[in-house]
């Protein structure tokens, strides 16, 4: 077809010309429009599909869960305040039961998950992943003088402090322990005992009865052998505390027990003891 030369063209068949143009433009923008409205309903339609396929809570009708498990959860949480999932050997209790099968394998000492980086195994998975954290290059709380890693900026900062800059103005005299402000040294040093048949003076009890056992002869006192005191005869591991001794014995349990200080039926109930 033969190119026409605009010059040899009055202005009537210049608008003609012209004139297709602004339609075509306009077809175009319509065309876009169209295109754009069908997207936003289709959004629309995904959403509210979405929010119909999710579970109503019947009793407040406020909530909505993805699953019957999670209303389930919801409903027992909120509205009947019953936590399903009780311990047998304490009386924490719980509606889930992820977090119930967490809470006893800490019980039965059992830590399946274990850190990619060091010897360190948890009970939870959750736990594991904060501790990793602390393995990243990127670490702000790791000491730059060892290998030591704090939970926090003031951890970081008492370390520091500590063992890398150390001052013999803020030790204790007595136990030779190094305090980071002179404030704690005095608090420290505010309370102090003193021997009963000597002059002699410390900062603490379990000093002055060290002192009283070389120097005095005094007979060492055995937390064992107190009235109401447990010594475990496979660890020799000793306690006063009923529930510490209840937690041990899920661990050792094959032993004897004098039962008018402390009542193991509920370990006999679950077969952890004979």
Known sequence: MEEINPLFLDSDCMV??????NESQGNDNVTESQSNDSINKNQ?????KSKKDRIKCPECNRYTAENNEQLTRHIRKQHRGENPYQCYMCDYSTYNSVVFEEHIRIHKGIKPFTCKYCPHS?????????HELIHRPDNPLKCHKCHY??????GLDWHSRK???KNDDDKCQYCNKVFTSASG?????SVTKKCDECDYVSCSKHLIDLHGVKKHGWLKIDKAKKPNGFECAECSWSSSSKLKIMLHLVHHPNQTVNESFLDVSILRKYGIME
């Open 122 to 130: 948890s009970a939870s998975k959750r736990n594991l992943q904060k």
């Open 185 to 189: 040294l005095a608090k420290h040093l």
């Open 149 to 154: 890693i704090a939970r926090h900026q003031k």
């Open 163 to 165: 063992f890398h800059d």
């Open 44 to 48: 629309l339609e995904t959403s509210e």
């Open 16 to 21: 003609s010309l012209k004139r297709p143009t």
